[in-house]
């Protein structure tokens, strides 16, 4: 297995970063071909997304694994700004639904609400 060297005083690239898990998960690889543990679909769904959030808390914009038809997936990038008009646009749509529930409350329509 190639050394894999992780100094403390140094930062690391995501490109590097990436090269280092490849180098450990092809170890990984070579000595669990007589491993008779099996990943159901579901658990590589689960690794897949749960890794995706680590770097989606790391790097600008978002990753997400879409499903694109039944057993098939892809990995979609996010612009950094399109993720922020998608954040604004729930936001936006959780006020009105807001103003809608006090309407129904009061029946008065907030003036900060949207108006259907």
């Not at 690889?29 to 590589?44: E, F, G, I, P």
């Amino acid at each position: 297995m190639n050394d894999i060297h992780v100094s403390e005083d140094k930062s690391y690239t995501l490109s590097e970063v990436i090269d280092a898990v490849k180098l450990t998960l092809d170890g990984v690889n070579k000595h669990s071909a007589h491993n008779q543990l099996r990943y159901s679909s579901t658990d590589v769904y689960w690794l897949l997304h749960d890794m995706l959030q680590y770097v989606n808390r790391n790097v600008p914009g978002e990753f997400i694994l879409q499903q694109i038809k039944k057993d098939v997936y892809r990995v979609q990038y996010t612009a950094e700004d399109s993720a922020k008009r998608s954040s604004s646009k729930k936001l936006k749509a959780e006020v009105d639904r807001t103003a809608k529930y006090l309407a129904e409350l009061t029946g008065r329509h907030p003036s900060w609400g949207k108006d259907e």
